[in-house]
């Protein structure tokens, strides 16, 4: 089987394309920036294996070319700009909305039969717009940053797709990705563990600031599962994640390394978070998923960090 993955070079399309390379897929990367070290490290000597072209998402004829050239079965689109993007709206606009719909519209004229995309959990906006309770994918969506409106919009264009051209698109909102090479979007969650397992000390404005961290390897199954399922059940899925403050976050990274120099300002935040209350039992039954227990996952970003850095990896007691 085709696949085309647009956007495959950045942090969550690598370990993606992996996974459908060891699934004996036939698999196409098309990213602005076609070179990819972490790419070819997964890969790990399956280079050949994937095509990778050059192309720019926001030109209609670079994605209508590469779904010509390559005559995919599946389309995903990865590539959008992460954070608000308030600094550069035109850019946002031009990214994450002009080329989700050349994705969708390529798909339509060449009838692609499946096409996935990455929504997020930026949708549904504070959790204080819900109280304290879990949110499924049917709630209405408050998010008002550029990005989330944003995906707000793509969610919308999704539908008017299926529903005029009775196309199979799909959409998973991601959480808080979290992964030892996440350098943009959300990345407070990152570096608590990242920069004290580098030995450096690291502060926070809140103890209690909610996030929602899934880790890459997690997002990038699910997005395999849902990508390679010939008839999903719904056209919008949560992904979910382990529902943790930052001062929570930062005990965990304790345990692993007692020396660990993580300070906080104040012990607030909580009436500043996000949406960290998520119900993502659609995802988890359909497909059949389970995230490893999430301080494993700390240890494994910790390690890879000491790794890196040319240290011994943490064992733990």
Known sequence: MAV???GGTGFIGP?????????????????LNPSSDLLAGLLGGWE?????LR???TQFEDVMRAVIETKPDRLINLAYRLGGGEENPHHAIRL???GMDNCFEAARLQGVKRVVYASSIAVSGQQSDFGDRSINEDEPTYGTSQYAVCKVFNEFQARQYINNHGMSITGIRPANVTGPDKVRGSTDHVRCITVPAM???????????MRLPIHVEDISEAFARVLLSDAPHHSL???GGTPISLGDLAAIVRRFLPEAQIEFEDEGGLEESGNYLVDNSRLLNEFELEYPPFDQRVLEIINDVRRDAGQTPIVPN
């Open 4 to 6: 085309l993955v647009v």
């Open 15 to 31: 370990r993606l394309i992996k996974r459908l390379v060891e699934r004996g897929e036939q698999v196409v990367c098309m990213d």
């Open 48 to 52: 050949d294996e994937v095509k990778i």
């Open 55 to 57: 192309g720019d998402v």
């Open 96 to 98: 994450n909305i002009m």
């Open 199 to 209: 030995g450096e000390p690291v502060r926070f404005p809140h103890r209690s600031l």
């Open 237 to 239: 899925y949560n992904s």
